[in-house]
Every structure is written in C-alpha cells, then in structure tokens.
C-alpha cells in the first residue's frame, strides 16, 4: 500500500493526473478507511473534472481526519470540496430503518443510516432501500447541480404470506361409511337369517326322527320319553341358536336400514363443499335394544 501511495505522490508531483488516480484508487481499495489517501484520491479525480467522484472522497477525509491535521490541509480540501459541489447533486438519503441496503440508480452505496450525503451526477437519479421482511422503499429525485436534496425513505413490514386454508370434505367420507354400515348390516342379518333357517331345518329334522322312532308324537322330550338325553338336548340346541340367529339377524336388518338412511339423508340434505345451507340439518343414526332410526335436527 506504501508503494502506490508513494508512486500517486510522484505522480502528481508531475501533473500525471491518470495516473496519480489510479495508484491512489488501488491504495485505497487496501485501507479504506486512510483518510490522507481519500485526500490525494479526491485531489487528482478533481483536477481530472471527475467532480462526483472527487466530493466523494474529499467529504470522506473532511468526516474521518484526525485533529493532527491542521485547519490550512483542511481548508484547502474544503476549497476543492466546494468547486466539486457546484458541478454535482447531493443526496441526503434518510430511512425509518437501519440495516437496509440504499441503492442510487441500482448501484449499492451503502447501509443506513448512512455516513454523509451521496454524490451524484445531474439528472434524473433513483433511491432504493431493500431489508428482508421489509418492502422496500423507492423514489426519484431530478437532482440539480450544486442543489442538496433531503430523500427521506420509510419502510414497512412486509404482510406474512397467506397460507390457503384447506377444508376437508366429510361428506363422501360420511356417506360411504354410512353406506359401508348398511352393507355389513345386511350382509349380517342376511348371514344369520340364513344360519337361523339352519337350525330350523335340523330341529325339524331331529323332531321327525323322534317322532318316527317313538309313540309319544309330538310331546317327545316330555318328562317319562323313551328319547335318550342327548337327542333332546340336541333338539333343543337347534332351538336355541335358531333364537340367537334369528335376533342377531334383526339388529342386522334395522343396522343396515338405519345406515342405508343415513347415507341417503347425509347425500340428500349434507350441503357441498364451499357451500352454506340455511337449513343446517344434522342427521345421525339411533338405534335401542327393539328399535332404531334416524334422528334429524335442524331448520326446514
């Protein structure tokens, strides 16, 4: 860094304007911050008519020199900072929120709060501030030469992203397991009906047979029967699953009426999806030991 800085002093020395700049622009890409180099770099950007460029550094040194430095070195870059002023706008960019990247005709000059105005060529000139969660913020400015803008920037939060609400239709859902209970109910009652006709038909079987074998008639098991013990307890075997089939083969019957109901009624008066109904009709199944039906609530 020393040896540029040296060979931009040599430069300048003899009025090599060019190239005094370009060891001074390289030198100060490697410290940034070195104000007598911002200086020297403002100096030769000056006396080359880059007057944007030159404001830039020369107000750079004006905010960051030491108090080493003396009032005359001062003035004398107050003086060229002046000239450079009348030919270029100034931006005095201020925004509600610090952190955002500002941006001057697309190009990033820095992050608020900012440290002094911007410098910019006459004309139509545009203000940006971005920071994520933020929009951003944006204007245009008609800046005039040797004129100083105030461009104030407010920012506001961005809205949270609206999540679509998903609704779940329950009514194909609701039919179908109404119309699934209808469909076990009957296959039950169909099941057990037939198993109850079975035993009918063996009871009778093993009545006919006793009959054939005794004088007794119908009166077979009767106390005093010349039946063995196990063939009328087989009879009655027969007799009471024919009782059993035959009751679980009712509650089949009025399970699979009250689903097939059911899955009517909720196909019939359950409202589609997105739609409202005014008559709000809840219909459920109700079933008791001897009964069953449908219970219907709601406005008709």
Known sequence: MTALYNQGIEAAQTGDWPKARAAF???????????????????????????RDAAEHL??????????????????????????LTRVGSLTVSVNMAGADVLVSGEMVGQSPLEGPI???????????????????KTTVEAAAGASHKVPLEMTPEAPPQIPETKTNWKPWAV?????????GAATGIGFWLGAK???????????????????????????????????????????KRSTYQTVANIGYVVGGVGAAAA??????????GKKDSKALVVFPVG?????????????
Not at 264 to 273: D, G, I, R, S, T
Not at 288 to 300: C, D, E, I, K, N
Request: aromatic share 8%; with cysteine; proline share 5%.
């Open 59 to 84: 107000s750079f040194f004006l905010r960051t020199a030491p108090p080493s430095v003396t009032p005359q070195d001062k003035a004398r870059v107050q003086e060229m900072l002046d000239k450079a």
């Open 176 to 184: 179908g397991i109404s119309a699934g209970v209808a469909v076990v």
């Open 198 to 240: 079975s035993q009918v038909d063996r009871y009778e079987e093993q009545k006919n047979i006793a009959v054939n074998r005794t004088t007794e008639g119908i009166q077979v098991c009767r106390p005093g029967s010349t039946l063995n013990q196990s063939e009328c307890d087989a009879m009655e075997d027969a007799r009471s």
């Open 25 to 51: 622009a390289e030198a100060f890409s490697l410290e940034p911050r070195h104000y007598q180099i911002a200086a020297n770099l403002g100096r030769a950007e000056f006396m080359m008519g880059k007057y």
């Open 119 to 137: 410098f910019v060529e006459p004309g139509r000139v545009s203000i940006e501030a971005r920071r994520q969660g933020y929009t951003p913020a």
């Open 264 to 273: 009517v009624a909720m196909f019939v008066f359950w409202p589609a999806q």
């Open 288 to 300: 008791a030991a001897h009964q069953g039906g449908l219970s219907v609530l709601g406005r008709f």
